[in-house]
């Protein structure tokens, strides 16, 4: 069998050669696309079991909370099951992790209710528009855009919406009647209506709150299971443990990849009157922890659903509404994180911004916050490019060193602030641009450069530079400029400076490019 070096040459010298290769990254593509094939030839018993209890597991935990966020999105529960299983068997084919959940989410069913008016066909043609969008980004490859939102804004956002959806549940568990579902209104008239609390109904959400948190405590200081328990005993500990984990997992997954899974689910569960899914935090969370190892722990889940839709559909008009209260309000609260605040004041006050912004205007419209706090991010991140930090040494030479790269809408205020610095008092003094720390340059930084030489020039002093990488270093011997000189160290910089800057020849370039960087240049 040829060497991956000689195979690679002879795919290069000839095209009939290439087969091979071709095959091979088209396997590799493939299972790109398709994940199932790069984990289902290696499927075991042992997986088998560990799927299936994890599968167990999450449909235990979907179905109470798909049927209670139904009610966040404003339609009738069995919904909430129409939209749980689909994206369990999408997932199995396209999932690039083994823990995520994709189905009903507390705060996608909250951006549901503000468009469907509680119509169930404007929640199935949402699924279907938001699912063909989804997978236009996925082909496209726009995944990278997720990569603008930044961790204040999310943390802004899902904190928001925890309070929404939490406090939107006081009037279901009260028995309140006709409050609004714009958020500030929704507090006037709850708090205007408390007189009309019904006492069933505040006593048995209550309940229902109350045993959530105790089997909560439970789950934190029940002890390890140990093979030698007796069945009953694990069976038991199993029950609380499946009963009552809501906490978050911290997975990396290839974005554009499952923008086509969640796409998928959402164009094909709108066939079977499904509103928008997503992948859920608590419900990924219990899948992890239950120990799956592939995605088709997910075929469980979706089975276990579809189970209950048979069987259990006529029951779900008994399911009380504060009951499905207590749920909702015990799943959302661990997603307000009250750290945050603190952590982002001792790390990057800055970073409080677009985490208020985004905060406070969710309250009001939470695309709204979450557009606003984007905007206040990229603004930050645009001012940092634009002031980049720069780092000054006086004395007789000024030095001046970037901390970053230079572009374009950074160049007039370098050009300024070098000017002030060196031209300020006599006498005029000569500059070093240390650029150590940039990288790359454009088309218009070359042009303030030669612009900032020709300046000092007439002043009587000079500019010369240091560190340059080499593609900066190509970019401005390839654009001639007049009086350009460059050193490979700050010393050799500063005794050139030390010479009459007058005596020197000002179109002249002294200092020779070594001989490895000719040869990159001519490259």
């Avoid at 209670?68 to 404003?74: C, D, F, S």
């Avoid at 068997?89 to 705060?107: E, K, M, N, Q």
């Avoid at 028995?175 to 209506?193: A, C, D, E, M």
């Avoid at 948190?213 to 299971?225: A, C, Q």
Wanted: glycine residues 8%; proline residues 6%; hydrophobic residues 50%.
């Amino acid at each position: 069998m040829p060497s991956p070096v000689n195979a690679l040459g002879q795919a290069r010298s000839s095209r009939s050669n290439m087969a091979p290769d071709t095959c091979c990254c088209s396997a590799v593509a493939l299972q790109r696309r398709l994940p199932i094939l790069a984990w289902l030839p290696d499927y075991s018993l042992q997986w088998l079991k560990m799927d299936f209890i994890a599968g167990l597991s999450v449909g235990l935990t979907v179905i109470p909370q798909a049927l209670a966020y139904a009610e966040v999105a404003g339609l009738p529960p069995q919904f909430g099951l129409y939209s749980a299983f689909m994206g369990c068997f999408v997932y199995f084919f396209l999932g690039t992790s083994r823990d995520v959940t994709l189905g009903p989410t507390a705060i996608m069913s909250l951006l549901v209710s503000f468009y469907t008016f509680h119509e169930p066909a404007y929640a199935v043609l949402l699924a279907f528009l938001s699912g063909c969008i989804q997978l236009a980004m996925g082909f496209l490859r726009l995944g990278f855009l997720l990569d603008f939102i930044s961790c204040p804004v999310i943390k802004g956002f899902t904190s928001a919406a925890t309070v929404t959806i939490g406090f939107g549940q006081i009037k279901n568990l009260l028995g309140l009647q006709n409050i609004p579902r714009q958020f500030f209104l929704q507090v006037y008239h709850t708090f205007l209506s408390i007189g009309e609390t019904r006492v069933g109904d505040a006593v048995l959400g209550l309940v229902c709150m109350v045993l959530l948190l105790v089997l909560k405590l439970m789950r934190d200081h029940v002890p390890p299971v140990h093979p030698e328990m007796p069945p009953g005993v694990r069976l038991s500990h199993g029950l609380v443990w499946t009963a009552t984990t809501a906490s978050q997992n911290n997975y990396r997954v290839d974005a554009n990849q499952e923008l086509l899974a969640i796409g998928l689910t959402n164009v094909l569960g709108s066939l079977v009157s499904a509103y928008p899914v997503t992948g859920s935090f608590g419900r990924t969370a219990v899948n992890a922890q239950s120990g799956v190892c592939t995605p088709a722990g997910g075929l469980v889940t979706g089975a276990l659903v579809l189970l209950s839709l048979d069987y259990l559909t006529s029951l779900f008009y008994y399911i009380p509404k504060a009951a499905l209260a207590a749920v909702i309000i015990m799943a959302v609260a661990p997603l307000f994180d009250t750290k945050i605040f603190g952590t982002l004041w001792r790390v990057k006050r800055l970073d409080l911004l677009p985490l208020v912004v985004t905060f406070l205007l969710c309250f009001w419209e939470v695309q709204y916050g979450i557009l606003a706090g984007t905007l206040v991010s990229l603004l930050i991140l645009l001012h940092a490019v634009a002031r980049p930090k720069t780092q000054v040494s006086e004395g007789l030479v000024l030095v001046l060193q970037p901390a970053s790269g230079l572009h374009f809408p950074a160049i007039e205020a370098l050009r300024e602030a070098v000017l002030k610095r060196a031209l300020e008092g006599p006498p005029r003094r000569c500059v070093v641009l240390e650029c150590t720390h940039v990288s790359c340059i454009d088309y218009t930084v070359v042009l303030g450069l030669g612009d900032l030489l020709e300046d000092l020039h007439r002043q009587g002093a000079a500019l010369v530079f240091v560190g340059l990488q080499v593609p900066v270093l190509r970019a401005l011997l390839a654009a001639d400029l007049k009086g350009f000189q460059h050193f490979s160290t700050l010393e050799e910089a500063e005794k050139y400076l030390q010479q009459d800057p007058g005596t020197q020849p000002y179109n002249s370039c002294d200092d020779p490019v070594p001989e490895h960087k000719i040869a990159l240049l001519k490259a």
